[in-house]
């Protein structure tokens, strides 16, 4: 039972465009959600999260908006650098913050 | 200031050998959690645990599968009697808190023989 979807497994964008990554859940007690990204041979590292009390969460050139009603969460990343290039993960959380359901991961791909 | 340690990096099993798996979590975190990572997949819960107690194991198999987390010492990830199938990555995390971030190790990668 896929949660926590990633429909898009690659991504290629061009440097200082923006990136827009999406994740679809299904799990309506979902309330917490994270974007991890991870390199090659590398753990997840946490990026930004957001929660349901908020549409929108602001960290940098990292931004994460939440359509609660479309359940659906979006990461952008504007200006996007070659260093970004990497996977991203969303995971979600509900009510239980223990267990984390995350999304098969979007490759992005930032083009000098 | 060192981060979510997990080791070794890599192990390789023969079919029926057991294969042992440690995660020291960060200092100061008393919460840890292990995920499993199949290829072109995302990571899949498995267990959390605090200190001396296994708070969820719903994602754990039932059989060959288990997990502690000693009052001194790193959590440990058991799996008895190794098959194909358990060739994976597989992932520790830890946080401070039960409502914070996760922070991740950089993996054991597993393959069975």
């Known amino acids: 039972d896929q949660q926590v979807k990633q429909n898009s497994p690659s991504l290629s964008v061009q440097e200082g465009r923006i990136s827009i990554l999406n994740c679809d859940y299904t799990?309506?007690?979902?309330?917490?959600f994270l974007w991890y990204k991870k390199y090659p041979a590398e753990g997840p590292t946490f990026l930004i999260s957001?929660?349901?009390?908020?549409d929108k969460n602001e960290d940098g050139r990292f931004t994460v908006f939440l359509n609660k009603s479309a359940k659906h969460l979006s990461l952008h990343i504007v200006p996007s650098q070659p260093g970004d290039s990497a996977v991203y993960f969303c995971?979600?959380?509900?009510?239980?913050?223990?267990?984390?359901?995350f999304g098969s991961g979007t490759k992005l791909n930032v083009k000098p | 200031n060192a981060g979510v340690m997990q080791n070794p990096r890599h192990l390789v099993r023969r079919r029926g050998q057991e294969a042992r798996l440690r995660c020291s979590p960060m200092?100061?975190?008393?919460?840890v959690y292990w995920y499993r990572q199949l290829p072109e997949e995302g990571l899949k819960f498995m267990v959390y645990?605090?200190?001396?107690?296994?708070?969820?194991e719903s994602g754990m198999p039932k059989e060959r599968f288990s997990a502690e987390f000693p009052k001194e010492g790193p959590s440990i990830l058991r799996i008895q009697q190794v098959v194909r199938g358990d060739s994976a990555a597989y992932f520790c995390a830890s946080s401070p808190g039960n409502d914070q971030p996760q922070h991740f190790g950089d993996g054991t990668r597993l393959s069975i023989l």
């Open positions: 799990n309506s007690m979902f309330d917490y």
């Open positions: 995971a979600a959380s509900g009510g239980n913050f223990n267990k984390f359901y």
């Open positions: 200092k100061g975190h008393s919460h």
């Open positions: 645990l605090q200190k001396e107690n296994i708070i969820d």
């Open positions: 957001i929660s349901s009390i908020k």
